[in-house]
Structures are given as structure tokens and as C-alpha cells.
T-cell receptor
């Protein structure tokens, strides 16, 4: 079975540009998560969805960040406008159930974003 | 609020040394779950262990062992006789209150040299 698929793997953009990161979760998984990894902050939970509905977006840094999940097989994380401090690796992950109980969290390979 | 603290940012050891990675957590829940993950240089996160709050038995798996102490809110991870392949970022995590997501610490980068 295919794992979590993210695109692009690498993105280099200039400050002020819009960035869209994409994720296809594992089929049948009810939960989808967006995490951001930086050296300073480690692995931060940005937002997660259950059955395509956003449940907790308290980790989204500011209004420049938005995430959508129009259907069970696709999600986007958008940054508009982007800033250099947004440079990070963005991970999408999916889970079949209560990841906070089971630890069953399947990560994609990440999208490395560099904002110049 | 749930919080995980990994105070050690980076640790460097020489092969065959034992090393302990510290993890301290904060939660008001009486039932909770703790985890350790490994992130090798390739980037993917690998699940290592799960522990629930009612099970304080220490666990050993090969060269890996975990010490869970509720009294100090700690869940430390020890690698015995470290090897170069153990070089990675190690994350401690705590399940959120709803049990639906994981809250990770900042991670500890372990470098094992030969």
C-alpha cells in the first residue's frame, strides 16, 4: 500500500510568494495532521482533521497559514504571503484512529520549504 | 495543557558508550500515553515504544530500555552500547487530551561516532 504522499519534496521561493503544500493520506485513515519541523521548535502540530473536518488549528502560527481538506484523499497547507521564518520541513501524517492513544501515526517524507 | 520537554538538544558519544535521553512531560490527565520515535537522517519517523500511564514497568528491547517514573513525570530512554546506526533525532511524545493527536518534544539529536 502507498504511504502518505506529499508534494513538492522541495520548494524554494521568495518572500511574499504563495506556497501550497499537498498531501495524500493513506486510504482509509480518518485523521490527517500537518506538522512543522525546525531546529528551534522541533516538531510542532499545526492542525489536524478528522473525516475532512478541521478539529484543532490552534497550532497554526498566524493567519498567513491555512489548511483545507476538500475530500478524504487530499489536503493542502497554504502560506500566503510566505516569509523567511516559514522555512522548515512540513510533514503530513495520517492515522486510522486515536493516534494519541495508539501512536499509530504514519508520516510522509516531508516538504522542505526554503523562503528567501 | 500537554507539554513535552526534551532538555538535551544534542548529545555526542563514542560507539559502545551508554547514553540516556531525557523526557519530561506535563499533563493534568490521569490516563495518558507516552511514546518515543526515532528520525534517522533519511527523515522518516520510526515508532519505538508506547507506554500508558498505568504501566510503570520499565521496558527493555535489545539495547534499548525505557524508564517511566510518574513521580517525576519522566519517560527516559537509554541506549546501551551505542552504535553509529543509532545516530538520529529522537522524539518523545505525549497523546493530547482527546487522544487524537501527538504532542512532540523538540527532539534530541544523538551523534554516535566510531
Amino acid at each position: 500500500d502507498a504511504g502518505v504522499i506529499q508534494s513538492p519534496r522541495h520548494e524554494v521561493t521568495e518572500m511574499g510568494q504563495e506556497v501550497t503544500l499537498r498531501c495524500k493520506p493513506i486510504s482509509g485513515h480518518d485523521y490527517l495532521f500537518w506538522y512543522r519541523q525546525t531546529m528551534m521548535r522541533g516538531l510542532e502540530l499545526l492542525i489536524y482533521f478528522n473525516n475532512n473536518v478541521p478539529i484543532d488549528d490552534s497550532g497554526m502560527p498566524e493567519d498567513r497559514f491555512s489548511a483545507k481538506m476538500p475530500n478524504a484523499s487530499f489536503s493542502t497547507l497554504k502560506i500566503q504571503p510566505s516569509e523567511p521564518r516559514d522555512s522548515a520541513v512540513y510533514f503530513c501524517a495520517s492515522s486510522p484512529g486515536l493516534a494519541g492513544v495508539t501512536g499509530e501515526l504514519f508520516f510522509g517524507e516531508g516538504s522542505r520549504l526554503t523562503v528567501l | 495543557a500537554q507539554k513535552v520537554t526534551q532538555a538535551q538538544t544534542e548529545i555526542s558519544v563514542v560507539e559502545k558508550e551508554d547514553v540516556t535521553l531525557d523526557c519530561v512531560y506535563e499533563t493534568r490527565d490521569t490516563t495518558y500515553y507516552l511514546f518515543w520515535y526515532k528520525q534517522p537522517p533519511s527523515g522518516e519517523l520510526v515508532f519505538l515504544i508506547r507506554r500508558n500511564s498505568f504501566d510503570e514497568q520499565n521496558e527493555i528491547s535489545g539495547r534499548y530500555s525505557w524508564n517511566f517514573q510518574k513521580s517525576t513525570s519522566s519517560f527516559n530512554f537509554t541506549i546501551t552500547a551505542s552504535q553509529v546506526v543509532d545516530s538520529a533525532v529522537y522524539f518523545c511524545a505525549l497523546g493530547n487530551q482527546a487522544g487524537t493527536a501527538l504532542i512532540f518534544g523538540k527532539g534530541t539529536t544523538l551523534s554516535v561516532s566510531s
